[in-house]
């Protein structure tokens, strides 16, 4: 019975999946023929897209002037601009394997900060999710995204005029974007530019998926995994991915005079906070691990089997965060690009400030200066300083770092003593709680000082009210849609199939139950299957190997 609401709920969503790839709004008598994809890498770009990529130097009527008297001029300037996107494409794919190779810091972190009885199963779930994530956001995901992203363009990437499809709402006299509408399976997007996006926006998407893993560990059913997983990848993150870097209604709220729209520059919202609180969800639906709590309400600790796995996990995603932040400018050439050093300078410091006040602030309040919160400290710095740090100074960052650092040990114990809420690595208060701060402190700190292409952003400190409300807005709807619709994706799962093991597999650990291996063997009898009717081969005589 299990096993055929198992293989519904998989038909049923896959169904889904197809069906939104199927089913898309006609625009054929509202604009025209749609650009077509350059999967050869020849089309892309010409001269014409220098204008005003350095502010000052070519202007349009300059183009103009040199293709009626100066061809040479012109080719010339075609040929400096495929060297422009070449640069803007290498930098954008290199640190998206940077971001990618994050996937193995999760996978350490989680791991080592559970239980050696559940390793596999936790390590295994951090390899899974990229596999599942991906599919999903292949099929769907990444056009729900940013199907119409080419309608604003990315210059730094050729523009993207191909993903020219944007479902809108029509509300006082404007167009309010709420999903794309164009590049399900890729299949009418095959070009070169939007092959780099893909790949960079995978990883991020990956990110935000792996992330409630953690908080979900020691008890998540493998078969409700992976169709979470597959749903995280084709609906839940893309939508919320769209309102703000797809072009939809989020980072159009400048229309209403808030700032530049919200802003996220690297995704403490987009991924962390989306993660984050989509953790929350599934850990208070699945409930506490077997012990954590006693009858009175209060959590015993349950540690982590290998603090060294851990810590080395922290390091990796330190360095990985190189490619989070400074890549998401899309390019290291024109369009204020050069700004890419103070990126991962903001980056780096607000990474040490958060681990050095965690410390510092455990250290204070139990008298030991504790490693891994200091490691979640690290984390929460770099989680916060996501969506700012293309827009703030170093000293900024650092106390951005060093706030996050605190709240991050306030937000854990807030949700263990007082929500209940079991966590077992801490990722609703580095990704959630902290992502939230990220979000905020866009519209506290931006200097203003950026300028990515004519885009620049001030925060309340530096005269711009406005966008500490964009940023506000933005936060809010993180949360409710994250948390709100995973809630009740999770809910509806455990109905079908059920969300969490049984206690005798809680107890015994998931690796053998659920896998069929064991992380750390160490001795133990493995049962084979059909082991009994294998032959026995009596040992050799001693004299027969003796050298």
């Not at 620049?456 to 936060?475: N, S």
Request: include cysteine; glycine fraction near 14%; aromatic fraction near 12%.
């Amino acid at each position: 019975m299990i096993g055929k609401r198992v293989w519904g709920s998989m038909i049923l969503l896959v169904g889904m999946l197809g069906l939104l790839a199927a089913v898309r709004p006609s625009y054929a008598d509202q604009a025209p023929p749609a650009p077509t994809p350059d999967p050869a890498g020849t089309a892309t770009g010409s001269g014409q897209d220098l204008v005003g990529v350095v502010p000052g130097t070519i202007r349009a009527e300059d183009f103009e002037r040199a293709k009626a008297h100066e061809p040479f001029a012109v080719q010339l300037a075609d040929l400096v601009n495929q060297n422009r996107l070449a640069i803007n494409f290498i930098w954008t794919l290199i640190t998206g394997y940077l971001v990618m190779f994050m996937q193995a810091g999760f996978a350490l972190v989680e791991t080592g900060f559970t239980r050696a009885k559940n390793a596999a199963h936790t390590m295994a779930m951090n390899f899974i999710i990229y596999v599942l994530g991906m599919t999903g956001y292949f099929a769907t995901g990444f056009a729900l995204q940013f199907g119409g992203i080419g309608l604003i363009g990315v210059p730094n990437l050729g523009g993207l005029k191909v993903l020219d499809g944007e479902f809108t709402v029509h509300i006082a006299g404007m167009d309010w974007g709420l999903f794309g509408t164009k590049g399900f399976f890729l299949r009418d997007a095959y070009d070169v530019a939007v092959a780099v996006l893909f790949l960079f926006q995978m990883v991020f998407m990956d990110t935000a998926a792996t992330i409630p893993t953690g908080a979900m560990a020691e008890r998540f059913k493998w078969t409700a995994f992976c169709i979470y997983g597959l749903f995280v990848g084709a609906f839940l993150y893309p939508i919320y991915g769209n309102w703000a870097w797809g072009g939809g209604w989020l980072s159009q709220l400048s229309r209403l005079g808030l700032g530049a729209g919200y802003i996220d520059f690297a995704g403490s919202g987009v991924v962390h906070a989306i993660g984050g609180w989509t953790a929350l969800a599934g850990a208070m639906v699945l409930g506490p691990r077997l012990g954590k709590y006693n009858r009175d309400g209060t959590p015993n600790p349950i540690p982590g089997h290998n603090l060294v796995m851990a810590l080395l996990g922290v390091f990796i995603l330190a360095f990985g965060w190189f490619g989070f932040n400074p890549g998401s400018t899309l390019g290291a050439s024109g369009n204020g690009n050069l700004r890419i050093g103070l990126v991962a300078v903001a980056t780096m410091l607000a990474s040490a400030s958060g681990a050095l006040s965690a410390m510092l602030y455990t250290w204070a309040t139990t008298g030991k200066p504790d490693p891994a919160m200091a490691a979640n400290g690290m984390l929460a710095g770099l989680v916060a300083i996501t969506a700012p740090s293309g827009y703030v100074s170093p000293m900024n960052a650092f106390l951005i770092g060093a706030i996050a650092g605190v709240l991050v040990c306030l937000s854990v114990a807030f949700f263990e003593r007082v929500v209940r809420v079991d966590d077992p690595v801490g990722a609703i208060s580095v990704h959630g709680t902290c992502g939230a701060f990220g979000q905020l402190a866009v519209g506290l700190f931006a200097d203003g000082t950026a300028n990515y292409g004519g885009l620049t952003v001030r925060g309340l400190f530096y005269g711009d009210a406005g966008q500490l409300v964009a940023q506000g807005i933005g936060m809010a709807v993180a949360f409710l849609w994250a948390f709100g619709v995973s809630w009740v994706f999770f809910k509806i799962l455990d109905a079908l199939v059920g969300l969490r093991v049984s206690p005798e597999v809680e107890l015994q650990g998931l690796d053998f139950p659920e896998l069929g291996v064991f992380a750390y063997p160490d001795g133990r009898l493995v049962p084979i299957p059909g082991a009994a009717r294998l032959p026995v081969i009596p040992p050799a005589p001693a004299e027969a190997t003796a050298g």
